[in-house]
């Protein structure tokens, strides 16, 4: 699991059990950012939707594909993170695409891109493909 800011974390694909500690650590809503069946074995959405609903966490299903990033996506990300109530805990296979999206989604917010990159970067993502996107959706392009 990687902290990005106060906001939010992100992390590669979690299980089921995973979730108990998730709610243990004070996250409010779990996002999942990737697609069910992309890898075989790979808890289903409506497990971890399960376990999250069990526990008192909200979560909500934003899957990325190959196809890339989309406004509805990021505005369903924003919505998220916004009706949260607390930190939210995003994963996807490897925590890029949660980490990117949430990137967008902020962005679009009016949030310097420059902050973003830093934040990123402290977490060990790389933002540099999508920075002229995240200076488009700022206002900075």
């Not at 996506?73 to 924003?78: F, K, L, S, T, Y």
């Amino acid at each position: 699991m990687r902290t990005i800011d106060e906001t939010i974390s992100v992390s590669p694909q979690i299980s089921p059990a995973d979730v108990t500690e998730l709610a243990r650590a004070g996250y409010k809503a779990i996002v999942n950012n990737r697609p069910d069946e992309e890898e075989p074995g790979q808890p289903s959405g409506d497990a971890i939707r399960a376990a999250a609903e069990t526990l008192g966490l909200s979560y909500h299903a934003i899957p990325v594909t190959h196809a890339g990033f989309s406004m509805p996506q990021v505005e369903a990300m924003r919505a998220a993170i916004d009706g949260a109530g607390g930190p939210v805990f995003a994963y996807c296979r490897s925590g890029t695409r949660s980490t990117n999206l949430w990137a967008l989604s902020e962005a679009s917010r009016g949030t310097d891109p420059e902050l973003l990159v830093k934040k990123a970067a402290q977490a060990g993502y790389d933002l540099s493909s999508l920075r002229p996107m995240l200076d488009t959706l700022a206002g900075k392009a």
